[in-house]
């Protein structure tokens, strides 16, 4: 009887045995792990991975607005419609196998007001686009042109296509509607974007091969760019150099970049660099005696000039350089030669993306004891002419080849006209969006990686505000507004760069799995095996209990 | 003469077409400047200094064009605003004691500070901005500069140059001690200069020379001043200075005697052409009645005399612009040389290399008589690798001892005697005359105690943290789950039958 009374608070006693390690373990499992869990975990605000995802694909939509004019007597007679109408053409630009562009061109086809009437009366072409340039639709990227009648006297003997200072052009009728869309589309291309403009700007996405040798000659988009024009003068022994920069810049750069202000922030300064040489040793030529630059050696010449330009260390902008260099006395006068050995007219060359260089020769004096230094004073009016073609060329305004009856009328002092700054524009827009897609698919790619990263909340909206800018963008692009479609999309680079370089995530990035084993393992491991071992032996006892019963039969 | 005059305009008038005077009027000035000054203990300094002075504002964004004045530094100052800028990177510390006064004193490490124009809203941001750049610009490590290591003097450190208000929140004040300055923060100042290292005084700093010396400060000072006396407009002035002190005594075997060759391992051999002004002045003051004794060569063109801190000095002066100077030698050097030859004493060092060579310093010393002469070494305790640690590394390391090898006069002449037939104790050192012996003396050998670390630290810690979690959680857990039940009285073990066994015998009740 006492043995039985024994046995059964033997059994409770071991009852509650197993209650306590059960508890333990169900503490250990329930409190222990989600504590853990919750306090050594890195916070990561959500993120729009599908949309990031949707903007990877770049669905494009370039839509330009374009109004045909036809002066009187010159409307085909082939119309499908009556005047005014609306057609709208589309053209494909693939880019790479997954990305392609639509573009649109929204035609309205409609015939002169009274006014324009007026101003095409006038005796030249340049008259007649400055007349017209009042009555033209003044939005960014939007086209008008006139087609005037075959016999007009506006347009020279030849020329068939005049492009204006502006946002219009006049072109001369003939040869049907077929002939005259061909003509107007080659135009509207010539006055906004090209397969290739676009290719350029997407450079990035461009299978190789495909590009042409100029695509990766562009400076890429950016908020802003600090010019700086630097007088290497290696020789301060023997010459004294002038240049009027300050007057240069203000006369002839200026305008230019008062211009391009739309398209970014500009800063202009100058510096004179002495005993800056190049690092090639030209070659003498005895033929003309002088000496000679080739073609291949310029790769060498800009490294040992660099390091002393300075680099802009106030501010974060892509610096272009444009280097004039008066060669030592003893080794000028100095010219370019180009791949075929010829001499370079300008004696200039450019560099991709960096900025261009001129050697300025200085001439010899009648007789060679003349006192040193010689004072030199520089021809800027020569030596801006060559800079600011490079810097049209590094922004990809060089003009391209046309049809001989393309007519295109020269910018004048202003130094571009107004299509040429809508085509960086369209250039622009795509790249900065493209440039927000490629960063904000690393950044997503990055923080998928690595779970260690922290993505704090403002980090998070800055990514939400570059993914909504960069739509906003596109959607407009869609509509043909091209100005606002360009500000979202800077604003789309800024919030993206903002998220992508954000010190916070960098905080927990490097904290390797060994350091996290050393400090668990004295911690869990001796928690986890009591735990585990009294679980082993309560399986074991209930599995026991369960066989004895068949026994007992 | 007067027709080569003649040709001469005719060539300037060709040269500079439809201009009565070559060249526009320069609106801004470099001058270059050398003072060589011997210190009181044997060694030189060498005090570079080059003043920048641009007559212009630097007014925040706008266009600015730079010819001597450099342009990163410029840029620099638009863009941020600062009104007053002073940096300095030095290694090694002016010893007052054996150097006299410092002409230009800057803390071991880096130091910067910097007065902000009133227009500046921010100045923390400004200051955290500029301590980037400048540690970009002169690579140094001054991007450390944050809220921990700034101070805002109150009282200090006032504007050097022109400043309307002295508003001390403006000001802000960094060191970094542990700074090192070495060759890549001297390139980048150097290219600062409008010559470069290419011409003038410049040519001189040669970095494995200038980093081979006991003391190198480098500076920079921005500041604005006034551009003439009536002080109605503004200019700015960059000083750069660079002061170095050779151990020529030391090394140059105990003698004074030093030239610029010796130096820097370069001479002078022309001006920089865009400075209007390039000397080097060489401190001859005369000190206690010694003037005799110096002699510097070439012989200087003009002596100059001034009252520096506090005392009456006389420097030669070299005039590297004036034609005259290099005239006789295509290049200056400039020595200077004790005539007289100096007390009898010998100097040599050999400085060790680490794991190679121990140092080794021999010294010959006239000592006066019932005098006390007291030799001190300094030397920094360093850590050794960890390998390299004997196994009982708190008895601490053996310095070997120092020997001592005297001729002492004797005091009763001794007559010359035949070496072989001399008893041996009297024989090992051989003495020329009878009228001095030899003696070689040792000191103590020298126990260094080394900073140690606790080798076993790491591992006490996680044998520690393992066992106090394992008994207390081990223990706590087996008291909560351990099975509690009644034992059976059993016949006992047989400790308990042997127990019985002999109670048995004994006639008590067993247990």
């Given amino acids: ?553 | 003469m007067a027709a080569a005059a003649a040709a001469l305009l005719l060539l300037l008038a060709a040269a500079g077409p439809g201009r009565a005077v070559p060249g526009r009027a320069r609106r801004d000035a470099l001058r270059e400047e050398l003072l060589l000054s011997p210190l009181p203990n044997g060694d030189v300094a060498a005090a570079f200094q080059f003043r920048t002075r641009w007559d212009a504002d630097l007014p925040r964004g706008a266009v600015s064009h730079y010819r001597l004045f450099p342009k990163a530094l410029g840029r620099l100052v638009a863009a941020l605003g600062v009104q007053e800028l002073h940096l300095a990177l030095t290694q090694g510390f002016w010893r007052t004691r054996t150097w006299g006064q410092p002409p230009l004193q800057a803390p071991a490490g880096a130091e910067l500070w910097v007065w902000f124009q009133p227009t500046v809203t921010d100045v923390d941001k400004a200051w955290k901005e500029l301590s980037n750049i400048l540690s970009g610009i002169f690579c140094a490590s001054l991007n450390f500069i944050d809220s921990t290591n700034t101070v805002t003097p109150t009282a200090s450190f006032k504007p050097l140059g022109l400043a309307n208000g002295t508003d001390h929140h403006l000001l802000r004040y960094a060191v970094l001690p542990r700074e090192v300055v070495c060759t890549e923060n001297l390139t980048p100042w150097k290219k600062l200069l409008p010559c470069g290292s290419k011409a003038g005084l410049a040519v001189l700093l040669k970095a494995e020379r200038l980093f081979h010396s006991s003391y190198h400060s480098q500076a920079v000072h921005i500041r604005p001043i006034c551009r003439d006396a009536s002080c109605l407009a503004v200019s700015w002035e960059l000083r750069q200075t660079l002061t170095v002190v050779f151990d020529t005594f030391s090394s140059g075997q105990g003698k004074k005697d030093w030239s610029l060759f010796k130096m820097f391992s370069r001479t002078l051999t022309d001006a920089c052409p865009l400075a209007s002004q390039s000397k080097v002045y060489v401190d001859i003051s005369p000190k206690n009645k010694e003037k005799e004794l110096l002699e510097v060569t070439p012989a200087p063109a003009s002596v100059y005399e001034a009252i520096v801190q506090g005392e009456k000095r006389t420097y030669a002066v070299y005039d590297l612009l004036s034609p005259s100077l290099f005239n006789t030698s295509r290049s200056l050097n400039v020595q200077l040389k004790w005539k007289r030859p100096q007390d009898s004493c010998y100097i040599h060092y050999q400085p060790a290399q680490d794991r190679r060579r121990p140092h080794l310093l021999e010294m010959l010393i006239q000592l006066p008589a019932n005098s006390v002469t007291k030799i001190t070494i300094q030397f920094e305790r360093a850590l050794l690798k960890w390998t390299e640690y004997t196994p009982d590394p708190n008895h601490g390391f053996y310095v070997s001892s120092s020997v001592l090898s005297a001729l002492v006069p004797s005091v009763i002449a001794m007559k010359a005697v035949d070496v072989e037939q001399s008893p041996l104790f009297t024989s090992l050192f051989p003495s020329s005359d009878g009228s001095s012996y030899f003696v070689r003396l040792y000191t103590e050998p020298l126990l260094v105690n080394l900073p140690t670390p606790d080798f076993s630290m790491p591992y006490n810690v996680i044998c520690l943290t393992c066992t106090v979690v394992a008994v207390c959680y081990g223990s706590f857990y087996n008291l909560l789950t351990r099975t509690f039940h009644v034992e059976e009285p059993s016949r006992g073990g047989l400790a308990k039958r042997l127990a019985n066994i002999i109670r048995k015998f004994r006639g008590v009740p067993p247990l």
């Fill in chain 1, 1 to 553: 009887m006492a043995a039985a009374a024994a046995a059964a608070a033997d059994e409770a006693e071991r009852a509650r045995g197993r209650r306590a390690a059960l508890s333990f373990a169900a503490i250990a499992v329930v409190l222990g792990l989600p504590l853990w869990w919750r306090t050594t975990e890195t916070y990561r605000a959500a993120l729009p991975y599908a949309d990031i995802d949707g903007l990877g694909q770049l669905p494009f939509q370039l839509a330009v607005p374009v109004a045909v004019v036809f002066a009187p007597g010159a409307v085909p007679g082939d119309l499908p419609k009556a005047l005014p109408f609306r057609d709208v053409q589309e053209m494909e630009i693939s880019v790479n196998l997954r990305t392609s562009i639509t573009s649109r061109y929204e035609m309205i086809y409609r015939s002169t007001t009274a006014q324009e009437e007026a101003a095409l009366h006038v005796a030249t072409a340049q008259e007649a686009d400055a007349a017209l340039r009042p009555l033209q639709d003044a939005s960014l990227g939007a086209l008008t042109m006139y087609v005037v009648p075959e016999t007009s006297s506006l347009l020279p003997q030849g020329i068939s296509v005049y492009v204006g200072k502006h946002r219009g052009a006049l072109v001369r009728a003939g040869g049907g509607l077929a002939a005259l869309r061909t003509r107007l589309r080659q135009l509207t291309q010539v006055m906004s974007f090209t397969a290739s403009s676009i290719a350029a700007a997407l450079s990035d996405r461009v299978p190789d091969g495909q590009l042409g040798p100029d695509a990766r000659r562009h400076l890429k988009s950016s908020l802003g760019y600090e010019i700086t024009f630097s007088l290497l003068n290696p020789d301060p022994k023997s010459h004294v150099v002038d240049w009027d920069i300050e007057d240069a810049v203000s006369r002839y750069v200026q305008p230019v970049l008062d211009k391009l202000s739309l398209v970014a922030n500009f800063s202009v300064d100058s510096q004179i660099l002495y005993y800056a040489v190049l690092g090639v040793t030209p070659r003498f030529d005895k033929e003309s005696s002088s000496f000679l630059l080739s073609a291949h050696s310029l790769p060498h010449v800009i490294n040992p000039v660099e390091a002393r330009l300075g680099s802009s260390a106030a501010s974060l902008y892509p610096v272009l350089n444009f280097l004039l260099y008066v060669p030592e006395r003893s080794h000028s006068p100095l010219y370019i030669q180009d791949k075929d050995g010829a001499p370079v007219s300008t004696n200039a060359f450019h560099s991709p993306r960096w900025g261009g260089i001129m050697v300025y020769n200085v001439e010899a004096p009648a007789s060679p004891q003349a006192s040193l230094p010689l004072h030199v004073d520089v021809d800027m009016v020569r030596v801006m002419e060559v800079f600011l073609a490079q810097l049209r060329l590094l922004f990809g305004l060089s003009r391209e080849e046309l049809p001989p009856e393309f007519l295109l009328e020269s910018p004048g002092s202003e130094g571009l006209a107004d299509w040429e700054l809508d085509r960086l524009l369209w250039a622009h827009t795509v790249e900065n969006i493209a440039t927000v897609s490629t960063t904000l698919t690393s950044l997503a790619q990055l923080l998928d990686k690595i779970g260690n990263i922290v993505i704090k909340d403002d980090v998070a909206s800055e990514v939400y505000q570059a993914v909504a800018s960069a739509q906003s963008a596109m959607a407009r692009l869609a509509k043909g507004h091209l100005h606002s479609a360009f500000q979202a999309s800077k604003e789309a680079v800024t919030s993206s760069e903002r998220a992508f370089f954000d010190p916070s995530l960098l905080h927990l990035l490097y904290f390797p799995d060994d350091q996290k084993f050393a400090i668990y393992i004295p911690l869990f491991l001796p928690m986890a095996v009591p735990i585990l071992l009294s679980l082993a032996k309560i399986v074991r006892e209930t599995r026991q209990r369960k066989k004895e019963p068949t026994k007992m039969d």
